[in-house]
């Protein structure tokens, strides 16, 4: 790699069970750029999501869920430290240190609190109302989860760049404030520009939407999704055909050929829209249908996924207490 750069850090929030646009546009992409870095630390982030998910039950069965799901998907647990939060005490311990050098109101300007706040404005609720500290000092903890483990790397999309930047902030002012290079300065790598994967009605796929097509499931279940995308009575020339929501999906999950092919049938009258819609499922079947398998067994047997996770956090323990004690040290605590 060109970049002296060796550490990426990837932080995956268990809030809601994947879909084909999550698999294409970020869980695939991330497992790619791994294989650039020297280390690769891609963790659960649990005490992220008490913020949105304050059922104990749905947390558990969340953070399984995403873990099977990178797994299952072509995750290395020998290649990359795939880890909880919540199992690396560091980062909290880190995290308290670093509130001591963070001024308030870097978190006034943070996005996610400024946002609830002018949406109470425009409600003429408290400025504060329905805002706990969790959310308040979310980029705090962010902060800590990136520095813990010296990362030099973080890949995010457009509105995830400013978490990065304070957390280069924080570092940079306390390395300055105690004199010391305890703390590694991350700069962020805005994620690849991946095309919006369309919903089964047309609309962004979004799990808020209900439009979704599963990423793993049975060949009942992709064919329960498929048979609702949306479709119209035109006569379509490749161009036109290139246009529609089935096609989309289809040149997402297909090889080039499988989707040229299709282009051709459709628009020589070869095949209907059912017909189409049938071949999209074949290929669903094709892409994931091992991986789905490898996911329904993993989510059967949950003490696989508490080893390998268990594994990786005693592996990169050390790591984290050798930042721990620098920043510590610097700070005169023992």
Known sequence: MASANTTVLTGIKPTGVPHIGNFLGAISPALRRAIDFEHAYFFIADYHALNSVDDPRSLRDLTYNVAATWLAAGLDPTKIHFYRQSDISE?????????????KGWMNKMHAYKAQSDRNKEANKSVDSNINMGL??????MASDILIFQSDTVPVGNDQVQHVEIARDIAQRFNKKYKTDALVLPQYVLEEGIEELPGIDGRKMSKSYGNTIPLFATRAEWEQSVRKIVTDSLTHTPETFRLTVLYKIFAAVASPESTERLVADFTEGTIGWKDAKDQLVEQLIERFGSASETYAKL???KSQIDTILDKSSNEIRTKAQATLYAAKKAIGVR
């Open 299 to 301: 989510m059967a047997d």
């Open 91 to 103: 980062i909290f311990e880190l995290e308290t240190i670093l509130n001591t050098v963070t001024p």
């Open 136 to 141: 308040y000092t979310y980029p705090l903890l």
